[in-house]
Structures are given as C-alpha cells and as structure tokens.
C-alpha cells in the first residue's frame, strides 16, 4: 500500500533523468545489469550518471546488454571493473553510446573491452600498431615488410583478412576510446583532433604494411622486388578519418621489378579492401587507364611531359610509406622539385580554381547546404586555399612544404602570407568541421560526410552531444550544433573566397620561381631585364626591406616579386622601389598597410604604378598612409563629391578654437584629398575637369576654414566683438574653378563694417583677419605649398590687403585699366559672407562686362599687354613651343583669347557671363563669335596644356610649367597623361606641338587679328 502511494505521489526512482528515452525499458535493461534497483540506482549511480552523459544513452545502454548476452562468462569481470575504472567507464560508454559499428565489434569480442582498462597499454606508434598486424598473421621478423628479408605472414587469403580485419577493428577501437573518452567521463584527458588524424593515418600505414607482408606470402616468391608504396591525400598528410579511401601510388625501382611488384600491388590491394579499408590507385600516372606500378623514370617522364596542373597539386601530400624506403625518399626527392615549380605553368592559378568550382559544381544543390567536405565552406574551400598559397608562395619560402593542412596554415600565418587572425580562424573551423566528420563517421564506421537533416532533431542530438554540446536552457544540443556548424561554413567560405580568389596570387604565380629569390645573381640579371638601372641598388633596397627574421620582412618577401615586375612595367622602376622602400620604412608600424598590399591585389598594382610613376604622390602618402585604402575601393576613390569633402574639411577645421591646430587639421585634410585626386588622376579614374573642380573645391575649403578661426581669433582678441563682414573674393584659376596641383590662390578680400562699427574699425579688424589667414596658410610645409596671393588687388603690392565694397568700385571706376577689367571676368565669391560676397560680383558686372564692349583702344592695350607678357615673362632659356603656360598655344593664349571675346561682347551675350575658360569658349561658339572648330582647336589645347602641367607636378613632385626634357620624365609624363608605355615619347611632344600649334593659328586670327 506504501509503494503504491509513493508510486501516485512519484516519489519511485525513474530512469527518465539519466536521459533515457524509453525510461521503462532502460529500468529493466538496468536491474538485469544489476544496477538498478526499488530504490534506483544506489551504488551505481556513477554508472548511470556516465551513461547519461554518452551521445546516446539508449545506445549505449543497448550495446551493453548485448555484451552481457554474449558473454556472461565476461560480464561479472566487467561489471566490477566498470564500478572500479573510471578510465574504463568513459572510454567504453563513451564509443557504444555513438558507434553502432563499435557495439558490433565488441559484441562478437567481448573480451576487447580490457583494451579499455586504465592499465591497458594499446599500441600507439607506427612500428606497435604494424608489430600488432603483423603478429595476427603470425609475421615474424625485424625488416621491412615488403622488402628483401622482410616479415612474411604465415596465415593467408581468407583467413589472414579475417584476423586482420579483427585486429585492425580492435586497434581502431583503441584510437576511438581515447578521442571520446571525455564525453561520458569528463575528468579524463581530451585528445586533440590533430592527434587523432595522426593515429588514424598511423594506423593505416601500419596496415598496408602488413597488407604488403601478406601479399608477398600469397605471392610466393623467392626475391622480393624493389617496391615503394608511396600515400597521397589524407594519408599522405596524416589527416585521415575513421573511414576514407586511402590514396597511394606504387613505384618500381626498375624495369625488371615492374611485373612482380604489380602482382604484389594487386594482391595488396585486393587484401587491404576486406581488411581494412578501400584503397585508391587512381592518382597514378593516367589515372584508371594507366599502369599500376611504374618505375621512378616512368613516373618522371609522365609529370614533366603530361601531368596537369591537379596532378602536381595532389603530390603536395605525397610521403613513402610502405615498402622499399630508399626508394620512397628518391621519389619524393625527384617529384617534389616539381611541384614547387608547377606554379610557373600557364594558367596555374586558374587551372586550380577552376578544379574547385568543378568540384563544387557536383554536388546536388539539395545537398550543398549540409555536405561537408565539397560544399561551400566545407573541408575542400579550406584545402583548396591552402594548397594553391602554399603552391604559389613555397616556391620561394620552403617553410611552407608542409603536407599538413594544418601546419601549413599555421606556416602562412607566421610568415605573413595570411593573416594570423585568418589563419587562426581557418585551423580552428578545419578542426571542427574533421571533428564532426569523424563523428559522423563513428556511427557505423561508413564513410561520409553529410551534416544530419537541419530537422532532424534525434540524429542532430546524437551527433551535437558527441562533438561535445550540452543542452542549456532553452537551447539544446542540436541546435547549438546547427549553429556553430552554420557559423563555421560561413567563416570558412569567406576567408577561402578571400584567400583563393585573391588577385595578388595571379602575379606572384607569374613571377619565376629563381625570380622568387631575392638575393641570387639571377635576380641581379632579372632586375635588369626588368629595367632598372641598377640593379645592384634595387638589390640593397630589398634586402634592407626583407633582413631579419620579422613577421614584416616575410611579408616583404613574398610582396616584392610581384611589386619588382609591376614596378618594372613603370618609367622609373629604380625610383619607383626607393619610393617604395621609404614609404614601408615610414609606415613600419602601421599594422595594416602590409596585410592591404598583400590581400588586395589591386592595391599593389595601383600603388607600383603610382610609385613608379610620380614623386608627388609617395611624399604626400607617407603622411597620409589612410589614402592606401582607398586605391581598393574605386568608388571612394575616384567617386567622392568635391563639395563633400569641403563639407567635411569645414566640419573638422570647425573644432578648432586654436588657430595652430586648426591649421593643422585644414592641412592634413587637404593633403588626404590632394593625394586622394592625384591618385585617381594617374590611375585614369577621373577626367580634367574632375579634377580642377575637386583641387579648386579643396582650396576654397582651407580658405573659409582659414578664414572663420581666424575671425574667431581675432574677435577674442578684440572683446570677443566682430566689426566686419569679410568675404572672400577668388580670382584666375581659382575664380575659374580650374585649379592645378602647383596652382596658388589669387584672392581679393572685401570687408564691410557691422552694425555701429566705423569703416577704420572694420578695415583694422579685416585686415589682422586677413594677415592672420596667409600668416596660417603660408607657413613653411612639406605639402605643396599654400600660398594666398593677393597681388591682383587694386594698387597691387602697393595697395591695402582689404577694402570696402565702396573702395573698390571707387578704385575701379576712377583708375581701373584695361588688365584690370580683364582680371574681374574671373572673379567669383568663394568664402566668407556670401552675401557680400555676391554683392561685389553683382557690382563689378558693368566694369567686367562693359556696356558697348571695348573700345578700341583698350583692345589694343590688352594686346600690347599681351605681347609684352610673351616677350618677358617667359623664363629664360624655356622653350615658347613646349612651355604650357606662356608658349605658343599654351594657356595664356587660349585665356586672353577667350577673356577678350568676353570683355568685348558679354554686355549683350549674357551665357559669356562665366569664370570658366572652357564654359566661355563653348558660349563664344554658340553666339557666333567663333567657329565650332576654332572653339574645339582652342579647348583641345587649354586641355593639353592643363594635363600637362598637372602631369608635370605628379611627376616632379614640384610645379612645372615646361615640359620634361630627360628622357625618363617625359616617359612618366607620358604614362601620368595616360599614353601606353610602348609609345615613343617623342610621339607624346608632337601631339603637344600639333594640338598647341593648331590653337595658335586661331588665337593669332581671333585674338591678334592677324
């Protein structure tokens, strides 16, 4: 009556919380185990709590029974020692709560379990492992199996494959109960996934030499062959799993050895299938079609006269394993020079992607998602990565020889050719993915490599519990394993996408593998051939960028193959690596500007073409390393709006209350742009009047930005009160909004006072304003200079630095001359009150664009003006057909040309009413006042000249306005404007001449009236 109530009341021990599924059942399996109870589990209670912890406690539980059925002779024995052996409890439960395969095993050998005792000594090496195997087949013997004098096994053909496969399974089951021991009893030590793979890939070399000791006794024969059994794949590289095909090529010493050791091949194989695994030949010479063992000649004519690309990529895991070693290690010494240079072959790089997509390609799209080795970030994207980097960049660095996946990832991340982080990444993703591979696997010892059903939530249980998940919360193990599988095939797809795609691997490939090392007298011949004059000199600079042993100079090293051929398809390779160098030097300690060279391999090209190319641009990039980034992202580069990156420049300046540093701002923001729109220049991304926009909009930025701290400076030095409104006026190119990289800024500064402030008091302030303006922009720099010129001011040099509205209208209208009037045509409110600012363009109007135009007089002023501006201001001994300011058709002439036609007929044609030289020209032409082609002759060489001028400061590094006449520099000139480098430079000056000289005939028609 008592356990009836106790029964209604549950307090009766139930099986259900040691995670039982059929709670009544396990009872009764339980209390015929003698471990269960009326009252539970009592003493056995760690028993059941190690069950519990198992990836299937039914199963294992099950197993158990199975074995007490099969042997109750054992079960008393291992009852006691399950209660005592804590080692002996987790590693058996452990394996008969995830394999089936196991519980079969051990059913028809109960007596195995000993092997699982805590003072069980299993074998554990190689020479154990292959002294067990051969020991089955009663193999006596200390030789080499296979070989002359070697172990023979007595036991043969059938039976001798029995006794292997048993002894193989037991020895299996060794290597099991250590890798998930832990599970069920988490006290003991866990087995890395690398140390299983090795046990694993030991074990099976262990069996193909007793294969090979049993295939020479069913041979019977007298004199043993010279016979290598050579592993490749997951064996080769020691990552096998549980269950895999085992990949091996066989190989005869001589001609003569070729018959008998393919009889030997052949009954090894056909002993190794039932035994232990399946072996695959096919990785021979030919494939299927070919012979099945060779000689190391045979073999050597066929890889270097037909091998493909994925031949050469599957000899990275070669090892000789078995058989004739000597002849092993010749093999692997004669094959392996060539995989270190199957690089150099056409279309390597693409040969080994295209092998990955086809890989890819077979995989059922039902199945893509969950398949874990050839799916997308699966096993293969990881192996695929690693072996086209380690095949690139081992050429050269012998560190990365490794037939490890995992070793040659942790090699590429320590030599700088993958990021640690990524590298640390991929390993940590590879390991897991083996891991539930090997589970996967464990369950019935078959070979596969499909993730569970995402909605199968009894076998994702099963499987989630043995990769070591614990149900938490709401979260229980199948779906944390969802998860972290989810996120790992992510993780991996990306990094392989960024590591196997990357474009540097395509130019490093290109690079000779001699060309690879950096120091030899080759590379001295190859710098040559490449271009540089002397090559001795690039071969200080590299070896001051490659000494020591630093993760920075391994990333140099495998960089500078690549930027060596790219620097010498520039005009100045010589000068193009010195940059190079001083850059690196500069940015030493910019943890990311090496990892930007080496992932994006469109940064390296862009940068060698601009190194090799300009001097401004690695002096500028040295003190603004952050453009770098920007030659990956073309958009950003090439794209930005000139009005936001003012926008930005008068933010930031804005912060500032202290001029100095406000200044400060205002120049590194306009060096980060100015080098942001040289970069793109030279690249081609951006056309000329991109460019004289963005350099114009840049300059009136640092202007307002100048200008407003300095008001506020001012002010707090005058009570905090500001008496003047102070507009700034641009004038020439910078009114034109065509501002070259050399150009300075020609300026007038107008003020007007502010409430009851007096016209003395608003000049006085105005002009400390405007002495504070240059005073800040004209400081010395090692950026192009900043120079505020206001020397088209009224009176010039003579005159005040700052008027009134009124003062300058006064001056204009009582004393202004003809050059003068000329000058306004450009002027355009830039900075400052822009109210005033539009006040003084719309009061110059009539002296700009006179009522009537010019009278005839004024006309010939301005071109005696202009006569005398050719005679004397150009420098002396410059060249008037090549000088692209003062020359013959050179800006000059194009610009009073136009500025005439506006001075003499804006009055009555308002769209002449513009700053721009080439709005202007296009405005003459549709009213008539030049012909379309006279129009174009004239923009076609305002263009040139303006390009080439540019071109001439990117080069130089300084303004120019004469075109280069070294040889060298006009090529880069050349190559800055966008001319092939196969053109004659002497073709780029008679474009120039032919350009400039068409234009002079239309200014001498138009502007002289010749």
């Known amino acids: 009556m008592a356990n009836s109530n106790s029964s209604r009341s549950g307090s009766v021990p139930s099986t259900a919380r040691y995670g039982f599924s059929d709670a009544e059942r396990a009872e009764d399996q339980l209390r015929r185990a003698g471990w269960w109870s009326a009252r539970g589990p009592g003493e056995a209670e760690p028993i059941l709590a190690a069950l519990s912890r198992t990836p299937d406690p039914d199963l294992a539980l099950h197993s158990l029974e199975r074995m007490r059925e099969s042997s109750p002779d054992e079960w008393d024995a291992l009852a006691t020692a399950l209660a005592q052996d804590v080692g002996l409890r987790g590693r058996l439960f452990s394996v008969l709560g995830e394999s089936t395969a196991f519980a079969d095993h051990l059913a028809a050998h109960p007596g195995d379990w000993v092997r699982l005792a805590s003072d069980a000594t299993p074998p554990e090496t190689v020479q154990e492992w292959t002294a067990a195997l051969l020991a089955a087949v009663g193999a006596e013997g200390d030789g080499e199996p296979g070989t002359a004098g070697g172990p023979v096994a007595k036991l043969q053909g059938q039976e001798a494959v029995r006794e292997l496969r048993a002894t193989y399974r037991a020895l299996l089951l060794d290597v099991a109960a250590r890798d998930l021991g832990n599970i069920a009893e988490p006290g003991l030590p866990p087995v890395s996934y690398d140390e299983v793979a090795d046990m694993l890939s030991d074990l099976a070399v262990a ?189 050269s660095d012998e560190s990365l020889r490794s037939t490890s996946t995992l070793e040659a990832l942790r090699s590429l991340g320590d030599g700088g050719y993958v990021a640690r982080a990524d590298a640390a990444d991929l390993i940590d993703s590879y390991r897991f993915l083996r891991t539930v591979e090997h589970r996967l696997q464990l369950r019935q010892l078959r070979r596969t490599h499909l993730f569970p059903e995402f909605d199968d939530a009894d076998a994702l249980g099963v499987l989630g519990r043995a990769v070591g998940f614990r149900s938490s919360g709401r979260n229980t193990a199948a779906q944390a394993l969802v998860a972290e599988f989810r996120r790992h095939a992510k993780r991996v797809r990306r990094l392989h996408e960024k590591l196997f795609y990357r474009p540097l691997l395509e130019a490093v490939a290109k690079v000779p593998t001699e060309a690879m090392r950096l120091t030899t007298s080759a590379a001295a011949e190859r710098l040559a051939a490449l271009g540089y004059t002397s090559p001795q000199g690039a071969l200080r600079h590299i070896g001051a960028l490659t000494s020591g042993v630093s993760r920075r100079a391994s990333i140099q090293g495998a960089l500078l193959p690549v930027l060596l051929d790219l620097l010498g398809n520039t005009p100045d390779p010589d000068g193009g690596l010195l940059a190079y160098r001083k850059v690196s030097e500069a940015l030493a300690e910019t943890p990311w500007y090496l990892r930007l060279l080496r992932d994006e391999g469109v940064v390296a090209e862009r940068l060698a073409q601009l190194l090799g190319t300009s001097k401004l641009v690695p002096e500028l990039l040295i003190r603004a390393p952050e453009v770098l980034r920007l030659l990956a992202d073309t958009p950003a580069l090439a794209e930005r709006g000139s009005h936001e990156a003012a926008i930005s420049l008068r933010s930031t300046v804005g912060r500032y209350a202290d001029p100095q540093r406000a200044a400060a701002a205002a120049r590194s923001l306009r060096r980060h742009e100015l080098l942001r729109i040289a970069c793109a220049d030279l690249l081609g991304l951006v056309e000329l009047d991109t460019v004289c926009r963005a350099l114009s909009n840049i300059w009136v930025a640092v202007l307002e930005s100048a200008l407003d701290v300095s008001v506020r400076d001012t002010a707090s030095k005058w009570d905090g009160e500001i008496p003047a409104r102070i507009a700034v006026i641009g004038m020439g190119r910078l009114g034109g909004a065509e501002l070259g990289y050399g150009s300075d800024a020609d300026v007038l500064f107008v003020c007007e006072p502010i409430g009851q402030a007096d016209e003395a008091t608003a000049l006085k302030f105005a002009g400390t304003v405007v002495e504070r303006v240059r005073a800040l922009l004209g400081a010395p720099s090692q950026d192009p200079p900043l120079e505020v010129d206001i020397d088209l001011r009224p009176e010039g040099k003579q005159g005040p630095l700052v008027r009134t509205l009124d003062s300058y209208l006064s001056y204009y209208r009582r004393w202004g001359e003809a050059w003068e009037y000329q000058a306004l045509l450009r002027a355009r409110a830039v900075a400052g009150d822009p109210d005033l600012g539009e006040r003084f363009c719309r009061a110059i109007d009539p002296i700009r664009y006179p009522e009537g135009g010019l009278d005839e007089t004024k006309v010939r002023e301005i071109r005696r003006i202009k006569a005398r501006v050719d005679a004397e201001r150009l420098p002396r001994g410059a060249d008037p057909a090549t000088h692209t300011k003062l020359g013959r058709g050179g800006l000059a002439d194009v610009e009073w040309t136009v500025q005439l036609l506006q001075l003499q007929h804006a009055h009555e044609t308002p769209p002449l009413r513009t700053t721009s030289t080439l709005d202007g020209l296009r405005a003459a032409a549709e009213a008539g006042l030049l012909s379309e082609s006279d129009a174009q002759e004239l923009i076609d060489a305002w263009m040139l000249a303006t390009r080439f001028r540019n071109a001439v400061m990117l080069v130089r590094g300084k303004p120019g306005d004469q075109l280069p006449k070294h040889v060298q520099e006009r090529a880069a000139v050349a190559a800055a404007l966008g001319y092939s480098a196969e053109v004659d430079t002497g073709e780029v000056v008679d474009d120039y001449l032919r350009v400039t000289r068409h234009a002079r005939t239309v200014v001498e028609r138009i502007f002289y009236e010749v």
């Not at 493909?308 to 070693?325: C, H, I, N, S, Y």
């Open 207 to 395: 069996a193909l030499k007793a294969a090979l000791a049993v295939a020479v006794a069913e041979a019977g024969i007298t004199e043993v062959p010279r016979l290598s059994v050579i592993a490749m794949g997951k064996c080769g590289s020691r990552e096998l799993n549980y269950v895999s095909d085992v990949d091996v090529v066989f190989v005869a010493d001589s001609e003569a050895d070729v018959a008998v050791g393919t009889r030997l091949a052949s009954l090894m194989m056909r002993i190794v299938g039932p035994a232990f695994f399946e072996i695959d030949a096919n990785l021979r010479p030919e494939g299927k079609a070919g012979a099945l063992v060779r000689t190391l000649d045979g073999h050597l004519s066929y890889y270097r006269r037909w091998a493909r690309t994925w031949e050469f990529q599957a000899l990275l895991k070669a090892r000789p394993v078995a058989g004739d070693a000597e002849l092993g290690l010749r093999y692997l010494q004669a094959v392996r020079p060539m995989v270190w240079t199957a690089a150099e072959r056409d279309d390597f790089v693409a040969d080994v992607r295209s092998m990955r997509r086809r890989v890819e390609a077979h995989v059922p799209l039902d199945l893509a998602e969950r398949e874990l080795k050839l799916g997308r970030g699966g096993l293969r994207d990881v192996e695929f990565a690693v072996q086209l980097l380690q095949m690139v960049h081992g050429r």
